[in-house]
């Protein structure tokens, strides 16, 4: 395809990408309404807490660990070309993820769906980057990030719908139709492009970089899990992994041919706009995945509800993300960026005041309040970072944003979810032993599992029948109160990053005569 037809077409390829981001997100956002179908043995495969966390863990370590690599592989073979693997990789995981017989099955299967969509995500972006102009871009990338949006509508929605009406593999099935008519549509609509001065290839790098991510994700989650740093393979995961990193780090300084230049951090728009990526998904990621046990466990909605619960909020994000360039343009990004941030903050303010019987309008006015917030500040970020890096190597720009995003969103996960746990087992100790004492049916054992979440409390609850009804309240209670604790320290980031913004952004956006400036230089 010639660069003048790709040109013509580019709106028509960026349909595809988005086509590819919907399926990549909703696939994700459609597991959190699962997780309870999932654990029972007659209509799911039986999972346990510990191999329901592995099921998304497998997904995000595979996910995190190789975006990198696929960005930066992506730009030296062919964009095009990664994402036609990536998403008949993808298509052919969910359909053995639809099928697993077990848990093991499912988080094996889970694994392989992360693998295809690290190589997707990154190229998403850096196509965007080469085919549109500067003066397009950051509209294209305020669509792109509205797809996201989309994705968080349709995700829980459909999956709730699709789990009252059919078998839970259906959640993951459904994706492969739409795997085929992105693979049918991006020969025709995607041109191939690649760095054509990739220099030397930097294999330490690549090598360095792939445990280096992984580890340091496997000791955040794993921390997470277990509420805890003092076992050896957390702190020797996380100690080992920032080791590899920090030599990462050192031999791209010294390389001739990096994977990752170093030099983009030199640029205040693209280290500032990735520092404040990771801080808003950090304190976003465990509240949103919290909110869903929220619907489904203390307020006992049933999945598809719970699904719709989330259609608001998704579209504040679909509605201001096309809307943010707009924005920019009238009253700056550092402006906008303290707007949006503080919009998020009064959000999580409100989290920490929630109740077991809080209207429902009201949770949902703020959770549209702060995704379109969210959105409002993630486009200009996003299109500060790929404007700041060259056009041959927007795949590394692209993985670099992703994979600190895919980080953030671990450790918010982990962390909050850490918080949340530790409260709710001091909260609820007390009144498991109670039923214990009343009942030879539960042992020590049993009142530690069922100590560790609300899901786990409420499948005792379940066992005993009458007996156990006493713990319904307080577990509920009990829940609230952690996510009471977790909304506070989502507050405390966000409001480091009001911080970051207010003294290091860029009060004004480059020129699109300072883009073109810079790619040709490069």
Same mark, same amino acid.
């Given at each position: 395809?010639?660069?003048?037809?790709?040109y013509r077409?580019?709106?028509?390829?960026?349909?595809?990408?988005?086509i590819?981001?919907?399926?990549i997100?909703?696939?994700?956002?459609?597991?959190n309404?699962?997780l309870?179908?999932?654990?029972?043995?007659?209509?799911?495969?039986?999972?346990?807490?510990?191999?329901l966390a592995?099921?998304?863990?497998?997904?995000t370590?595979?996910?995190?660990g190789?975006?990198?690599?696929?960005?930066?592989l992506?730009?030296r073979?062919?964009?095009?070309?990664?994402?036609?693997?990536?998403?008949?990789?993808?298509?052919a995981?969910?359909?053995?993820?639809?099928?697993?017989?077990?848990?093991?099955?499912?988080?094996?299967?889970r694994a392989a769906?992360?693998?295809?969509a690290a190589m997707v995500?990154?190229?998403?972006l850096?196509v965007?980057?080469?085919?549109?102009p500067?003066?397009?871009r950051?509209?294209?990338i305020?669509?792109?990030?509205?797809a996201v949006?989309?994705?968080?509508?349709?995700?829980p929605?459909?999956?709730?719908?699709?789990l009252?009406?059919?078998w839970w593999?259906s959640?993951?099935l459904?994706?492969?139709?739409?795997?085929?008519l992105?693979?049918?549509?991006?020969?025709?609509l995607?041109p191939?492009?690649r760095n054509?001065?990739?220099?030397r290839?930097d294999?330490?790098?690549?090598l360095?970089?792939?445990?280096?991510?992984?580890?340091?994700v496997?000791?955040?989650?794993t921390?997470?899990q277990?509420?805890?740093?003092?076992?050896?393979?957390?702190?020797?995961?996380?100690?080992?992994g920032?080791?590899i990193?920090a030599?990462?780090?050192?031999?791209?300084s010294?390389?001739?041919?990096p994977?990752?230049?170093?030099?983009?951090?030199r640029?205040?728009?693209?280290?500032?706009?990735?520092?404040t990526?990771?801080?808003?998904?950090?304190?976003?990621?465990?509240?949103i995945?919290?909110?869903s046990?929220y619907?489904q466990?203390?307020?006992?909605?049933?999945?598809?509800v719970a699904?719709?619960?989330?259609?608001?909020?998704?579209?504040?994000?679909?509605?201001f993300?096309? $809307?943010? %360039?707009?924005?920019v343009? +009238? &009253?700056? @990004?550092r402006?906008? !960026?303290?707007?949006g941030v503080?919009?998020?903050?009064?959000?999580?303010a409100?989290?920490?005041q929630?109740?077991?019987d809080?209207?429902?309008?009201?949770?949902i006015t703020?959770?549209?309040?702060q995704?379109?917030a969210?959105a409002?500040?993630?486009?200009?970020?996003?299109?500060?970072?790929?404007?700041?890096?060259p056009?041959?190597?927007?795949g590394?720009?692209?993985?670099?944003?992703n994979?600190?995003?895919?980080?953030?969103t671990?450790m918010?996960?982990a962390v909050?979810g850490?918080v949340?746990s530790?409260r709710?087992r001091?909260d609820?100790e007390?009144?498991?032993?109670?039923?214990a004492?009343?009942?030879?049916?539960?042992?020590p054992?049993?009142?530690?599992t069922?100590?560790?979440?609300?899901e786990?409390t409420?499948?005792l609850?379940?066992? $005993?029948g %009458?007996?156990?009804?006493? +713990? &319904?309240? @307080?577990?509920?209670? !009990?829940f609230?109160?952690?996510?009471?604790?977790a909304?506070?320290v989502?507050?405390?980031?966000g409001?480091?990053g009001?911080?970051?913004?207010w003294?290091?952004m860029?009060g004004?956006p480059?020129?699109?005569e300072e883009?073109d400036?810079?790619?040709?230089?490069?």
């Amino acid at each position: 395809m010639d660069q003048q037809t790709a040109y013509r077409r580019r709106w028509g390829g960026l349909a595809v990408l988005i086509i590819c981001l919907l399926v990549i997100v909703a696939d994700n956002t459609i597991l959190n309404v699962a997780l309870k179908t999932l654990s029972d043995p007659q209509r799911g495969v039986g999972a346990s807490q510990a191999q329901l966390a592995w099921a998304i863990n497998a997904y995000t370590l595979v996910f995190a660990g190789l975006l990198f690599t696929s960005g930066v592989l992506g730009d030296r073979w062919g964009r095009r070309r990664m994402l036609v693997a990536g998403l008949t990789v993808f298509g052919a995981a969910s359909a053995l993820t639809a099928y697993s017989q077990n848990p093991e099955q499912l988080v094996a299967a889970r694994a392989a769906m992360g693998f295809g969509a690290a190589m997707v995500m990154p190229q998403t972006l850096s196509v965007i980057t080469n085919v549109f102009p500067p003066e397009e871009r950051a509209r294209a990338i305020g669509l792109w990030a509205g797809a996201v949006g989309l994705a968080m509508a349709i995700g829980p929605s459909a999956g709730g719908l699709l789990l009252e009406n059919f078998w839970w593999g259906s959640i993951f099935l459904v994706n492969v139709p739409f795997v085929l008519l992105g693979l049918a549509l991006m020969f025709v609509l995607i041109p191939e492009s690649r760095n054509e001065d990739a220099g030397r290839p930097d294999v330490l790098g690549v090598l360095l970089s792939i445990p280096g991510l992984v580890l340091v994700v496997y000791g955040i989650i794993t921390a997470g899990q277990r509420a805890s740093l003092s076992d050896w393979d957390v702190y020797g995961a996380l100690l080992l992994g920032v080791a590899i990193l920090a030599l990462f780090v050192f031999h791209e300084s010294r390389t001739t041919d990096p994977s990752l230049d170093v030099r983009f951090f030199r640029d205040p728009r693209f280290s500032v706009s990735v520092a404040t990526i990771m801080v808003l998904f950090f304190s976003m990621a465990g509240i949103i995945f919290f909110l869903s046990f929220y619907w489904q466990s203390v307020r006992e909605f049933p999945p598809f509800v719970a699904g719709l619960l989330v259609l608001p909020a998704a579209l504040g994000q679909m509605i201001f993300a096309p $809307l943010s %360039p707009t924005l920019v343009r +009238l &009253v700056g @990004p550092r402006a906008l !960026a303290l707007a949006g941030v503080a919009t998020v903050c009064c959000s999580f303010a409100f989290y920490t005041q929630i109740r077991v019987d809080t209207p429902l309008y009201m949770i949902i006015t703020f959770f549209f309040l702060q995704t379109s917030a969210m959105a409002v500040v993630l486009t200009p970020a996003t299109n500060a970072i790929m404007s700041s890096v060259p056009p041959g190597k927007a795949g590394a720009g692209s993985a670099v944003q992703n994979t600190a995003r895919q980080i953030a969103t671990a450790m918010g996960v982990a962390v909050l979810g850490a918080v949340i746990s530790i409260r709710y087992r001091a909260d609820m100790e007390g009144d498991l032993n109670a039923v214990a004492e009343r009942s030879h049916d539960v042992s020590p054992k049993d009142v530690q599992t069922a100590a560790e979440s609300i899901e786990a409390t409420m499948t005792l609850v379940q066992r $005993l029948g %009458p007996a156990g009804e006493a +713990l &319904v309240a @307080p577990a509920k209670e !009990a829940f609230v109160a952690g996510l009471h604790l977790a909304a506070l320290v989502s507050l405390c980031f966000g409001l480091l990053g009001l911080v970051v913004v207010w003294v290091w952004m860029p009060g004004d956006p480059p020129s699109h005569e300072e883009d073109d400036r810079e790619a040709r230089t490069s």
